[in-house]
């Protein structure tokens, strides 16, 4: 088996070629004659040989010629590019923003202004007892008509009956007692102009003459006691005669009842106190009706009275109901600044319900109508309600006074001409003093020598990046 001899090297020497120990001097003799060749060892040599610093040097030198071509390749072309961009993004900063303008418009003079409305009825009254008593009958229900006049339900009263008979009978005696009265004061007149007459002669003494004197006075204010008591049960009388009456409920005018509480034997509570206590009946007259609508202040002082309003409703499609303003509060809440206004509106076949929800259309003119710009032309911010106007090229904020906001439209009631330029939709870059490209006109606003410089700049790059 061969064997490999391991030689360290030495240290502080350069190696030297390994020394052969106790090896023998070769035999001639002949391999392939019966001789074997001579045993062979293997020998590893761990001497290697140190690079010189000529060799790092060289090394160094290529890795450093590696990078620099490797900077040159792909870094030196990238800041190329990044400062390109950097100069693109300057120059198109300072390139004229590009917008589209829109001259004001004026509104219509005419038009016709819609606004949400309630109905109400044209009278509405609950109807409560003047009498207090039992629910004898009802002859009218909910939903039915009734006339004014018509008789609609009895109460029972029994003691306002019996204090009507007791009172007539005293009435009667007070009358009788008048009546007395006034005999007694005939003869205390009588009787004083006898003595009268005796005066001055010797068959009646001033004593006698002062007694009948003063008894005629006193049937003199006998009669006027009388007189008064009797007027006074005759009141009594006449009161409950008429809480008698008030034992028939009768409709007060034309209409449809909407609620009726009580039913038969109920009892009934005359001239309720408490809030708790229900009405017999409610009536309201629908043939006629009312709508309430809030009138804007914008359109407050073209509201007229007597002017015609078209009223429509949802649930009846194709119908215009006719209507009149019967006037208006003349006085904006300061809540929404609006002017409460009522209109009449016939309902002679009762189709529209009191309740409902209409739309009022008014046709009103106006001797100057506002002007009409872009709802995204309104810039809101801490500074108010401005739009953006071009005026010489550049971008100039007006304040502005706003009507009414339709939406994609709004109302411009003070601030502008209407000759002015307004951008349709300004942006961020939309500021005080930049300069503008108005899009509709494809004529760029007056540019000074750095803005065209830049821009030129800016279409070199680009074709430099696309080659």
Not at 382 to 403: P, T, Y
């Amino acid at each position: 088996m061969d064997t490999a001899q391991l030689i360290p090297p030495t240290s502080g020497q350069h190696p030297r070629p390994p020394r052969e120990r106790n090896k023998p001097e070769p035999a001639h003799t002949t391999p392939g004659h019966g001789n074997p060749p001579p045993e062979q060892h293997d020998v590893i040599d761990l001497n290697v040989r140190q690079p010189g610093k000529a060799s790092i040097v060289v090394a160094l030198v290529v890795i450093a010629l590696a990078l620099a071509a490797m900077l040159a390749v792909g870094i030196i072309p990238r800041i190329g590019i990044h400062n390109e961009i950097a100069a693109d993004a300057a120059a198109a900063a300072n390139a004229p923003v590009a917008v589209t303008v829109a001259t004001p418009v004026r509104a219509a003079t005419v038009m016709n202004v819609a606004l949400p409305g309630t109905l109400r009825p044209w009278q509405e009254v609950s109807i409560f007892a003047r009498t207090t008593g039992y629910l004898k009958g009802f002859y009218t229900d909910i939903s039915e008509q009734v006339k004014k006049g018509q008789l609609m339900a009895e109460i029972e009263t029994p003691e306002i009956d019996q204090q009507l008979r007791g009172a007539q009978a005293t009435l009667l005696q007070l009358k009788a007692a008048a009546a007395k009265s006034k005999s007694d004061l005939a003869l205390a007149e009588v009787t004083d102009r006898r003595f009268e007459s005796l005066k001055g002669t010797n068959g009646v003494t001033q004593l006698e003459l002062d007694q009948y004197a003063a008894s005629l006075q006193s049937a003199k204010a006998n009669v006027q006691s009388a007189e008064a008591n009797v007027a006074s049960e005759e009141a009594e009388v006449h009161r409950l005669s008429d809480l008698q009456n008030f034992e028939k409920v009768i409709a007060p005018f034309n209409g449809v009842v909407t609620g009726r509480t009580y039913d038969v034997g109920s009892m009934i509570i005359a001239n309720p106190t408490s809030n708790d206590i229900k009405p017999m009946f409610k009536i309201a007259e629908n043939d006629v009706l009312r709508v309430f609508v809030n009138v804007p202040q914008s359109y407050s002082l073209t509201i007229k009275k007597g002017m015609d309003v078209n009223v429509t409703a949802r649930e009846r499609p194709g119908r215009v109901y006719t209507g009149k303003v019967m006037g208006t509060t003349n006085y904006l809440d300061p809540t929404n600044r609006s002017l409460l206004t009522e209109i009449k509106v016939p309902n002679p076949d009762f189709s529209l319900l009191p309740g409902m929800f209409v739309e009022a259309n008014f046709t009103v003119k106006r001797d100057k109508p506002p002007l009409l710009i872009p709802a995204p032309a309104l810039v809101s911010d801490s500074s108010g309600n401005r739009v953006a106007i071009v005026q010489d090229g550049k971008v100039h904020f007006e304040k502005v006074d706003l009507g009414v906001d339709y939406g994609k439209e709004l109302e411009v009631v003070g601030g502008l001409n209407g000759d002015e330029q307004v951008i349709a939709n300004p942006g961020e870059k939309t500021i005080e003093g930049a300069e503008v490209t108005v899009a509709d006109e494809n004529k760029p606003a007056p540019a000074t020598a750095e803005q065209k410089d830049s821009t030129k700049h800016v279409a070199e790059s680009t074709d430099s990046r696309s080659k």
